[in-house]
């Protein structure tokens, strides 16, 4: 957390609006779950990024210089002004269009989806007075979720998990909320994906109190969201990790092991999401800023919980995903004692049988001393021979199956 003094700047100043008590609405978590699915059965390749995605600005640029990347989609602008009695929602075009809408009686939610175009994202930092590092972390993605508090203003940036618009798997989303007095702006990345599809249908239906609320209690339901989303990944993780369990077991292949490897890597993923989030909401519970109401502190605190849940599941599936590659070890090592006991069984039954075959390949010449080989004149010497033999396998084969040494050789079967 850090405190800055921003820079003057008109903002629309209005009073608390509305809020529901009630949880907010989970986002999708069948598309969540399926997405989640994906990541962990595609192949090692497909769509491989960076063990560690990051952004960083050139050595010796100046601050509030956006670094706006070559695949940011065009911002679109989403408002809605809601008070206990009104509402509107629209599509703007300019931020200055809510100038007129900063009444006492209302809170004004800009939504900015897209973070491409720059002549709108600097229009919002002139309307709503930011400061310039605002705007340059809001636009510098991925950022570590963190919290700044300024004058009159409070900066958030936090990561959302989401089904990836292109392709499979979960990917994230930064999220970032300017809070003011009476009003919030909010900066998403993927225009065409409302994260926030929920608590808008809870302000258009008016139920709850969430109409009656201000702008933080609306930060907060927002908030809630993003750190709900991380629930239903974890669902499918966790369900994915025993369909693994049993697999070890029963039979390890190659592919289990990438399986586990992807595993581990989603999870240390969702890890670094959600672990700084909770600095994040621990500095807006405990921070004495005027902007947040002890009514919404409290809810902050059940978001925090939430957070502590989250964490607590994923070290709990990191550590069953390690205990997996244990797991997986030790079966193939199991795997090759069984097939070397099988290759020592059947060495220790030919032995005796290679040895009688070599004394008898020797060709002595029996005319030369009656010593020599006098079976090999044997009418019956050859299938007395074999028979011997016969009768030596076979009595080897009973010792090695009365010790149990053919007991787990179904085991190695493929």
């Given amino acids: 957390m850090s405190r800055r003094t921003p820079n003057p700047g008109g903002y629309p100043s209005s009073s ?8 907010v609405e989970r986002v999708d978590a069948e598309a969540l779950k399926a997405a989640a699915f994906n990541t962990l059965n595609a192949s090692p390749r497909e769509g491989r990024k960076k063990l560690i995605d990051f952004n960083y600005s ?42 007129a809408l900063g ?7 800009l939504d900015a989806r897209g973070l491409g175009s720059e002549d709108i994202l600097r229009q919002i930092s002139q309307t709503f007075g930011l400061h310039p590092l605002i705007l340059e972390d809001i636009v510098n993605v991925p950022h570590r979720p963190k919290i700044d508090f300024y004058d009159d203003k409070i900066l958030i940036i936090m990561q959302m998990v989401q089904p990836k618009r292109t392709g499979s798997g979960v990917g994230s989303e930064q999220v970032s909320f300017v809070m003011g007095n009476g009003f919030l702006v909010t900066f998403q990345e993927e225009p065409n994906w409302d994260s926030f599809n929920p608590v808008r249908d809870r302000i258009r239906r008016g139920t709850g109190t969430i109409r009656t609320q201000g702008a933080d209690y609306l930060a907060y339901a927002l908030m809630d969201t993003i750190v709900d989303s991380f629930f239903p990944v974890l669902e499918v993780i966790g369900e994915t990790l025993e369909d693994l369990e049993e697999e070890v077991v029963a039979n390890p292949t ?38 947040i109401s002890q009514e919404v502190r409290v809810y902050l605190q059940d978001v925090y919980d939430h957070i502590v849940q989250v964490v607590d599941i994923i070290e709990n599936y990191r550590e069953i995903a390690s205990s997996l590659m244990d797991v997986y070890l030790s079966s193939i090592n199991n795997r090759m004692n069984e097939v070397m006991k099988l290759l020592t069984v059947i060495s220790s039954i030919f032995i005796p049988l290679t040895f009688i075959a070599g004394v008898y390949g020797m060709n002595f010449d029996t005319e030369k001393s009656p010593l020599n080989m006098p079976e090999l004149g044997w009418y019956w010497g050859y299938i007395i021979c074999l028979s011997v033999m016969a009768v030596i396998a076979v009595l080897q084969i009973y010792f090695f199956w009365k010790r149990g040494w053919f007991d787990n050789f179904s085991t190695t079967r493929r």
């Fill in 58 to 99: 050139t050595p010796g640029t100046l601050p509030g210089t956006l670094n706006i990347p070559d695949d940011a989609l065009p911002t679109e602008l989403h408002l809605m002004d809601y008070g206990p009695d009104t509402l509107r929602t629209a599509t703007i075009d300019h931020p200055v269009e809510c100038e």
């Fill in 103 to 109: 009444k006492p009686e209302t809170v004004t939610w």
């Fill in 16 to 23: 608390p609006g509305q809020a529901n008590q009630a949880r």
């Fill in 254 to 291: 190659n592919a289990t092991i990438k399986k586990i490897h992807r595993m581990r890597r989603a999870l240390m993923k969702l890890r670094r999401y959600i672990w700084p989030q909770r600095s994040v909401i621990n500095g807006l519970i405990r921070d004495s800023d005027d902007l």
